[in-house]
Structure formats: C-alpha cells, structure tokens
C-alpha cells in the first residue's frame, strides 16, 4: 500500500450542536463515548465555524473551499428536485484529490443538488416533483460529475423527497407510492417512496455502505477520501430500537448517541483493516443544532446543545455556526491535544493541497486556508485566518476577527428571536461583541466601538467586492438582487 499519502475520511453530522458532544461540553448529558475517544486519540478544535448556520450552503464551502454566498444560492437550501449548486469545472476536494491518484467516495445526504431527467422538458426546477421526473433515466451533475469516483445517498435531508438512494448516477430502486406528510420530532414532507426505502433504516445502512467501502479500499491499497454526510440527528428524529432510552434525555439525545456509535463503527473499521495511522479521520456538523429537537426537555435536563454559544440552526449568533470539530491523524497530531485556533470548514481544500504539498489556482478555493499548521501543533505568531465569514439563513454576514464579531444585521437572521422582520423594529442595524468578554453575545457595543465597525465593514467590503478573501487574482461573485441589498456595501 502507498503510504506516502493519507487516507482522508470526513463525517459530516446534519444538525450536531457543539454542546452535544461530552468531550466539547463537560456538562452534556449526552455521553458521546465514541466521539470522546476520537478526542482523546487526536485533536479537538474549539473555534471551528461552518461558514453558513445553514446545510446547503456549509456543504457547497466544505467541497469547494469559497464562501457559500458567492455561489447562486444566496439564502435558504436547496431541495430534493432543485438543480446543481456546484458550479461546472469548479474545482472541489474530490476533484484535487483524483488528480493526486486518490480513489473518491461520497456516501450520505448529497444536499447539493443535481440535474433529474424530466418526462416534461418545459417543467422548471421550482415545478419538479416525483410525477414529472422521470427515475429511470441518470441523473446528471451530481456527485460524479464533480470529482466522485463512487456515491451511494441521498439527494438531500431524510425529511425530503424524493426518498429514494441513488447509486453512481442511477436510482436503486424506483418509487411506486405516496407517503403523506408527518410533523413534529419525526417530520417528513408528503412525496414520492421507493419499496424497501424504510426512513429509520437510512443512517444504518448508509454506515454499512461507508464501512464497506474501507474494507473494500484496504484491499486495493493506495489512498482514498471518503466524504461522509449523515442523515442525522437532523429531522426526523428516529433512532433505532437499540438507543431509544439510552441517552437519558429525550430521542434526539438517543439520536446523537446513534451517531456517536456511527462514529465507533467507522473507528472500529480503521481497526481492524490496519489503517490508522495513515488516516486523517474528521469528524465535525455542517451547523449547530436546530430549535426544532424539543429544546425545552432537554434544557429542563441541563442539556444545551448550544453550551455556552447564543443561537441555534440558522442564525447568525454563535450557536448557529461554531461547530464540534475533532481530528485524528496520529502521524501529525498529538494524542489529547486541542486547539483554539479559529478555523472554518472551507479550509479544508487548502489543507489537503498543503498535505500534498501543492499550490491551487487562483480560481479555485478562494476562501480556503490550510489548517495544518495547527494540526501540527506549531506555535504561530498570528492567527491562519485574516477573518472569517460567517452567513445566516437569510443571506445576514458576519465577520469575525479575533475577539471582534461584527454582525450586519439586527436581529438572529434566523429563526431565534429578534427574528428578521418585525421582531427587528427599532434595534441598531449593527451588532458587534466582543466575544472574549460576552462570548453569550449578549451586550451590543456597536456604539461604543465606531473604529472597530468601520475597519471590519471595510474588510468584509474588501472580501466581497474581491470575489476571494484570501490572496491572489480577483474573482467574481455569481450575480443575483443579494448584493444591492447588502447596504453597507455602499458605506
């Protein structure tokens, strides 16, 4: 086997809070065994920020290594008949690694779109619904197209349709019925099923296909990179038998305890086929926990799935974005280490060219830093990040700049209160913390601290206007009404 280059494989949880791992919140009522074992073997970073409180838009970051709110998707998420996000011959983490002889995997939640084939051409994207795609036929741009040598998932969350897997670029199996909409913990929209597709059974077997495929490239040898975006603990909530109870908080506490054993089975795979040590292992959430997992009963528990962070899903406070991120790599990183250095999941197209020890283009990861300095443990002078750009579900920045976070907006941008809208009325349209003294975000000193708006206005302004934050040729932003609603881009 080569191993001159390491195995890459990335678990992405769908909806994790930060408080809901017990190694990240010591007062978690959560026991994450698993997750805490992967802290101890390597590294928890405690500053680690998806680039969007949203799923879509952190997915789009994470593979492509540039902001979300640059891409054609301003606000909100994508469905699971919308079109591909991803733009063509943009370069992703899958791409860049084929081209340095590395087997590619994709299999979970895609969440990214893609091109379904239509019995009507003249139905448009917001039109398609599983009576006028037609399943027989290959889908087109999706996972393949973009670096992918093997997927195996889902074209977007368990609690929308089509619920159907698809293998490569095909449907495993067609729907043949109607399943109504269910509300509440275990929610689903109405739409179109395929036989055998058994919604509780989802995050199971897609673990099997994930340790299946290790199994399967340990026997071939040279290196691969496995992307693996859950189901869960996002809606619906539905953990199987053997956790219901377990968790001693409610299901989606037993939710999060079913990830955490998707996490030791994964750990258990590297075991047994010999391949840890040569293996960055990751696991992190495309966003902080959602509202919608019966908050009440678990803070009435003395669990916060925030911990100490402001905000949930959606919004632009802390909650909504600061993420778990754990890294093993025992070649590189110190067993038991952590770090807080402020990091963001787009970094990580940068961090795997400096693994290989190469440059990108200047139209590619154009808000991408490596991380490996601090995986390594290396005393830095300055922070890796400039600032860090943070996004809320109706399209609201954010710039964080050591202990300076600067808002433009008035309210959560989310669903928290203030939400946008009404909830706003007669509050400043700026917020700035200070998170080193109010990392709750509770005290507004926008007023008190003109020079600091301005000097991070300016720079969030550079950033966009740029088309990258990070150095190199301008690029451009893709177009859209967003930016002429952004004011304080004309300050």
């Keep these: 086997m080569n191993t001159s280059k390491p195995n890459i494989i990335y678990i992405l949880a769908d909806d994790m809070g930060y408080g809901d791992l017990s190694c990240l919140n010591p007062d978690s009522k959560i026991r994450t065994k698993h997750l805490d074992r992967l802290a101890s073997d390597g590294m928890a970073c405690r500053d680690t920020h998806a680039s969007s409180a949203m799923c879509t838009p952190s997915r789009y970051s994470i593979l492509t290594g540039r902001y979300n709110w640059r891409s054609a998707l301003k606000q909100g998420v994508t469905m699971g008949y919308s079109g591909p996000l991803i733009e063509p ?42 009576k006028n795609v037609d399943f027989t036929q290959p889908i087109e741009d999706g996972p393949i197209s973009v670096g992918f040598d093997y997927f195996y998932g889902l074209s977007a969350s368990l609690d929308v349709e089509p619920y159907v ?12 019925r109607e399943i109504p909409a269910r509300s509440g913990k275990e929610q689903v929209r109405a739409g179109v099923i395929a036989p055998g597709f058994v919604h509780r059974d989802v995050l199971s077997n897609l673990t099997q296909k994930a340790v299946s495929y290790i199994d399967e490239q340990s026997k071939i040898g040279g290196p691969f990179f496995l992307y693996f975006p859950l189901t869960a603990p996002h809606l619906p909530i539905i953990p199987t038998d053997e956790f219901l109870g377990k968790s001693g908080t409610n299901s989606y506490g037993d939710f999060c305890l079913q990830v ?21 292992l990751i696991f992190t959430s495309d966003n902080g926990c959602s509202f919608k997992v019966g908050l009440d ?27 778990p991120f754990l890294i093993r790599w025992p070649k590189t990183i110190q067993a038991g280490s952590v770090s807080d250095e402020t990091v963001c999941l787009v970094d990580l197209l940068a961090t795997c060219a400096d693994i290989m020890g190469e440059s990108l283009p200047d139209t590619a990861a154009e808000d991408s830093v490596s991380n490996l300095p601090a995986w390594r443990g290396q005393v830095l002078d300055r922070s890796l ?7 809320s579900l109706d399209g609201s ?21 203030p939400k946008p809208g009404s909830d706003c009325e007669g509050l400043s349209p700026l917020q700035l913390y200070d998170l080193q003294t109010d990392i709750g975000e509770q005290h507004n000193i926008a007023a008190d601290h003109s020079e600091i708006v301005g000097e991070l206005t300016e720079l969030l302004t550079f ?8 150095p190199g040729a301008l690029q451009k932003n893709e177009g859209g009404e967003y930016w002429s609603q952004l004011w304080w881009l004309d300050r």
Excluded at 92 to 112: E, I
Excluded at 301 to 323: A, V
Excluded at 385 to 391: D, K, L, M, P, Q
Excluded at 407 to 414: D, L, N, Q, V
Aim: with cysteine; hydrophobic share 30%; charged share 25%.
């Design 297 to 323: 009963e678990l803070q009435m528990l003395g669990h916060e799935p925030s911990y100490i962070f402001r905000g949930y899903k959606t919004d632009i406070f802390e909650g909504g974005h600061r993420i």
């Design 89 to 130: 011959g943009r370069l992703t983490v899958a791409s860049f690694l084929k081209q340095h002889d590395y087997h590619t995997a994709c299999v979970g939640k895609w969440h990214l779109g893609w091109s379904w084939a239509r019995h009507n051409d003249d139905t448009d994207e917001k039109g398609l619904t599983g």
């Design 385 to 391: 990040r400039e600032a860090t750009v943070h996004s």
């Design 463 to 470: 950033y966009v206007r740029n088309g990258r934050s990070t």
């Design 165 to 176: 897997y698809v293998e490569n670029d095909r449907v495993s199996a067609q729907p043949n």
């Design 397 to 417: 920045l954010a710039i964080r700049k050591g202990r300076w976070k600067l808002e433009m907006c008035p309210g959560s941008g989310g669903w928290s209160y």
């Design 260 to 280: 955490d054993d998707v996490v030791g089975q994964i750990m258990t795979a590297l075991d047994r086929n010999g391949l840890v040590d040569n293996t960055i």
